[in-house]
């Protein structure tokens, strides 16, 4: 059963208010003679008696001034009453005219309600398209077959990434492209799952992948509305890409960009648009190097380059390293074949003395 709100006749509340409004006019009008007779009863007690035509005077100025001030004391009544009258229309108003329900029984708010409800939500809806990403899986299931779907997946951003912006009095804002960029794309499309995940907007980032990338080796591409916005920065939420967290590496300039994984990404240094710049050739080396190698979990590899300010040239400087102690390790193990040859023919040639 619904309950029933009880409802107070509109015309008992306006007789209540004019009879308040009504007995408030007899009290002041009351006052107003009693204090008219003090008044006549002190200046009559205080002064000397005048003249006949002063008198006269003087009391035609006092009766004058008694009826302005009545007149002004009405007024104000007047001008109460109608405050008091307007605020109770008003209470009447919201008392019985809010708080309604429709036909399934549930409360509608006042229409001032609505709206500011409305204005909130919009305003929340705004703020969580800004900070959250667009969806929570960014990119489709993984290809199955026929299809060929690659076990590693490559995140890359691509400003001071793979292009360098630049402006110049003459020609205004270009995008300088990276050396090793075709090379990087031929060696890895078939290890990696290509993905442009950049902090610029679709409209400007678009036209830039269409450029460098003629051949199509990029198979996905995502801007700043897919990014989660923390801290003043477009984090890479890696998680969100529907994409096994242990084949997914993100190359960066900046570590904030991966900080929700940070043992996921790689920060390179930003490039300054050095025309001879062979960074890319060695990165497309290292990411090879993990793949043919099938690491299970590319964590644990990048995990040692964390702390490297630049993990490429960690790399190459460890690779220098392996090189060396593998070639000292083929030098040992020759030289041990030569002692095994030289021992060998030397006890063959005692065994052939004594047998003569």
């Known amino acids: 059963m619904q309950k029933q709100n009880r409802k107070v006749p509109a015309t008992t509340v306006s007789k209540s208010i004019f009879n308040i409004v009504q007995q408030m006019l007899k009290d002041l009008n009351l006052l107003k003679k009693k204090r008219g007779l003090a008044l006549a009863l002190f200046v009559e007690g205080s002064q000397p008696p005048l003249e006949g035509g002063q008198s006269e005077k003087d009391g035609e100025q006092e009766d004058q001034k008694q009826k302005e001030n009545t007149a002004y004391a009405k007024k104000m009544v007047l001008r109460l009453a109608g405050l008091m ?25 006042p229409p001032v309600i609505q709206q500011l409800k409305r204005t909130y939500k919009y305003f929340k809806d705004y703020r969580q398209m800004i900070i959250e990403p667009t969806s929570p899986k960014l990119l ?95 984090v890479k939420d890696v998680s969100c890409l529907n994409r096994d967290t242990s084949k997914v590496i993100v190359v960066d300039c900046k570590r904030e960009a991966f900080q929700l994984q940070p043992f996921n990404g790689m920060a390179l240094k930003k ?62 193990l020759s030289l041990q074949k030569k002692q095994g040859l030289s021992l060998g023919s030397i006890a063959s040639r005692f065994w052939h003395s004594k047998q003569q």
Not at 85 to 109: H, M, P, R
Not at 322 to 330: G, P, V
């Open 85 to 109: 009258g307007l605020g109770g229309a008003v209470s009447i108003v919201y008392i019985f005219g809010t708080n309604s329900v429709d036909e399934q029984g549930n409360k509608v708010n």
């Open 140 to 234: 489709p299931d993984p290809l199955k077959e026929p299809y060929y779907q690659p076990p590693y997946t490559l995140v890359l951003e691509l400003t001071d990434i793979l292009l360098h912006p630049e402006w110049s009095l003459s020609t205004g804002w270009r995008f300088k492209k990276r050396p090793g960029i075709d090379y990087l794309f031929q060696q890895l499309a078939p290890l990696y799952e290509i993905v442009i995940f950049t902090a610029e907007t679709g409209m400007t980032a678009y036209p830039l992948i269409d450029s460098i990338d003629p051949q199509g080796f990029i198979m996905y591409r995502l801007f700043r509305d897919a990014t989660r916005y923390m801290e003043g920065h477009h």
């Open 271 to 332: 490039w300054d648009g050095n025309s001879d710049d062979r960074t890319l050739y060695d990165l497309a080396n290292f990411l090879k190097t993990i793949a043919l190698s099938g690491v299970e979990d590319v964590r644990t590899v990048l995990e040692n380059y964390a702390l490297e300010d630049d993990p490429i040239e960690a790399f190459k400087r460890r690779q220098v390293q392996l090189a060396q102690e593998e070639e000292q390790r083929l030098a040992e």
